[in-house]
């Protein structure tokens, strides 16, 4: 174990998470999500995806004010063109998974940002995220 942890768990230390998780409802437009951190801490989005087979398109997805992708998101087929983040669930499609990520993590003090940029959302969209250092 390494010095750190030996040290906090051997002083009564513990680990603790916390995960806040919500839903973004149909009829949303623009910014969607805009969330910001503790000063000092980090955002870690841990699961963005839609119900089942039903997709949701042109989601930018960002932090500090960088989009880094622009998809459509769909938890039930995350293969090109199409993306989710989270534990991925049984695919039995003939691509891979290609567009899943487990994780995204901004900087220190960048805000997350998911917008949707033209119209307003069709279906339910997921979300998760933690704050950390």
């Known amino acids: 174990?390494?010095?750190?942890?030996?040290?906090?768990?051997?002083?009564?230390?513990s680990i603790t998470r916390s995960i806040i998780t919500g839903s973004i409802g149909s009829g949303a437009s623009g910014d969607i999500l805009d969330v910001s951190p503790p000063a000092g801490r980090k955002i870690t989005l841990l699961h963005l995806s839609t119900f089942d087979l039903l997709a949701e398109t042109g989601i930018s997805v960002g932090f500090g004010g960088t989009v880094f992708?622009?998809?459509?998101?769909?938890?039930?087929?995350?293969?090109?063109?199409?993306?989710?983040?989270?534990?991925?669930?049984p695919y039995a499609g003939t691509l891979p998974p290609v567009g899943n990520v487990q994780s995204v993590s901004g900087d220190t003090?960048?805000?997350?940002?998911?917008?949707?940029?033209?119209?307003?959302?069709?279906?339910?969209?997921?979300?998760?995220?933690?704050?950390?250092?």
């Open 1 to 13: 174990m390494s010095e750190l942890l030996s040290t906090g768990f051997s002083s009564g230390g």
């Open 69 to 89: 992708v622009t998809a459509t998101i769909n938890g039930s087929d995350p293969t090109i063109g199409n993306f989710s983040v989270g534990s991925y669930q």
């Open 109 to 133: 003090d960048e805000s997350l940002v998911i917008s949707k940029g033209v119209g307003s959302t069709g279906t339910t969209i997921y979300f998760a995220y933690e704050f950390g250092e």
